[in-house]
């Protein structure tokens, strides 16, 4: 079945071709319809111009005689006449048409080698030509040709009976390759319509032929790309869902539990006291864990608010040693940071101290008792480089390329017991690229973790999402 797309194309094709093939056969049939009346019209007056010289050479009444018995047997008819010109002889009986020819000829205009007299075998029904006989430089006569207009009429029959036979092939053979061709065109594109209907169904499993080397080839490959990223997408997403609700179930499942043994007329007052503490903890953590969540969707959705502002940034990093100290003091840390005093930057502060506290509390946590935690800021021509590196467990290979991603814990007992939840880095990242910034980390397990954050100065392409 012809689909609307390859018909569309299919009859474009056909029209095109077909319109050049009709004008090319045009040019082609008038071309050699005029050959083959000129040739038809050369050879009748080479025929009288034999007569002629024969005629001069020997004018007698037998051979006029010769000459107009020799042409009753042919398909064409001589007239001969004298200086006056009064028919002296011819081949058959003339009609009234052919002694107009002859009346209206003017002799003396008649060049040596003859001249075509009339060749419009379509509206007349004789051709004719004139050949003059000049007998010792002395003009004696003429040799009429004529010939039937029937006799082009067949020869041009017969070459337009061939056309249309040609006509008729190359139409058939036109429309086969435009419907080939419009197929083999428009298939591929039939395929990926199916795949991407298949898509929006929520069939992901799309594979379609790579193989062409063409644009349809490159739309293909496209095609099966986003299916595969649609995939993974969707089981990120079930993966991140069931995180999330994990996430939420496990503080509720504390809160529960404490909230009864709390309720029981059993629990002194002294364990009451610490258990709604550890309902009011739980509880922060629960916000805190929603309200990142929160953010991280509005990422998403390119609504995240960044508000730049020219900061001081040592003021900004003075006030971030400031809020973590309690941390660095109750686990005993050796924290040691510098930060140049001239150092103007263009960014969201708030944000920002976010970044730097998220990094800031994994060296705390992630670092031994005793161990040492170290902030360096260095200015760069268009950058502020921040390095926060610890002398901690570090990171092991096969968790590096996963923790920025969202819920994802390296030994998760571990970090949960440090009341982690995951989010910390991943909110941190998103931040950083949203002000055109960039951020690595390098670790060596049991080593410790350098993680570094450039900020650019100013921002050149205000690409942030204000709304
Ligand atoms: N400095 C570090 N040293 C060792 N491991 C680290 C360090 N920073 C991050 N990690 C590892 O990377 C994981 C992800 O860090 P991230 O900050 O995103 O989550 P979290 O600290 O577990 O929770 P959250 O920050 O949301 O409270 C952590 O669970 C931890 O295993
Ligand atoms: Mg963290």
Not at 446 to 455: K, P
């Amino acid at each position: 079945m012809l689909n609307k797309l390859s018909l569309k194309i299919g009859l474009l094709f056909f029209i095109v071709v077909i319109t050049v093939e009709i004008i090319l056969f045009s040019i082609l049939y008038t071309n050699l319809v005029n050959d083959r009346v000129d040739d038809v019209m050369g050879d009748l007056l080479a025929r009288g111009n034999t007569h002629r010289d024969v005629l001069e050479e020997n004018y007698t009444p037998s051979t006029l005689e010769h000459v107009a018995i020799m042409e009753s047997e042919s398909d064409f008819i001589v007239a001969i006449t004298d200086q006056e010109g009064v028919v002296v002889t011819s081949s058959n009986p003339m009609a009234p048409e052919m002694i107009s020819v002859i009346r209206h000829t003017d002799n003396d205009q008649v060049p040596d080698e003859g001249v075509v007299l009339e060749s419009d075998w379509a509206e007349k029904n004789f051709v004719a030509t004139d050949s003059p006989i000049i007998m010792d430089g002395v003009h004696s006569g003429h040799v009429f040709m004529f010939a039937n207009s029937n006799h082009i009429e067949k020869i041009i029959s017969n070459l337009t009976q061939q056309f249309l036979i040609i006509g008729v092939i190359t139409v058939i053979l036109t429309i086969i390759t435009v419907i080939v061709l419009s197929k083999v065109i428009t298939q591929p594109l039939v395929g990926m319509k199916q795949a991407t209907e298949a898509l929006s169904r929520g069939n992901h499993e799309v594979e379609l032929s790579t193989s062409r080397k063409d644009e349809l080839g490159e739309l293909a490959t496209a095609i099966t790309r986003l299916s595969k990223d649609l995939k993974r997408l969707k089981n990120e997403r079930n993966e991140f869902l069931s995180n999330v609700s994990h996430e939420l179930r496990t503080p509720l499942t504390y809160l529960k539990g404490y909230t009864d043994i709390i309720n029981r007329d059993t629990t002194s007052e002294e364990d009451r006291t610490r258990y709604t503490q550890i309902i009011q903890e739980e509880t922060e953590h629960l916000a805190g864990l929603i309200k990142t969540l929160f953010e991280l969707a509005k990422i998403d959705q390119n609504e995240f608010a960044i508000k730049k502002e020219k900061v001081e940034f040592d003021a900004l990093i003075q006030k971030i040693v400031e809020r973590i100290y309690p941390a660095i003091e109750e686990r005993s840390i050796e924290f040691s940071y510098f930060c140049p005093s001239n150092v103007v930057i263009t960014i969201d502060s708030e944000r920002i101290q976010q970044v730097l506290l998220n990094i800031l509390d994994n060296a705390i946590k992630y670092t031994p008792r005793g161990n040492h935690v170290r902030l360096e800021v260095v200015q760069n021509k268009n950058d502020v480089l921040t390095v926060i590196s610890d002398t901690g467990e570090g990171i092991s290979e096969e968790d590096m390329p996963y923790i920025f991603e969202r819920l994802y814990r390296a030994e998760k007992s571990r970090s949960r017991s440090k009341g982690g939840s995951g989010l910390g880095l991943t909110i941190a990242k998103e931040i950083v690229e949203l002000h055109n910034g960039k951020m690595e980390v390098e670790s060596e397990p049991g080593e410790g973790t350098v993680f570094n954050i450039s900020l650019p100065k100013e921002d050149a392409y205000e690409k942030s999402i204000v709304d």
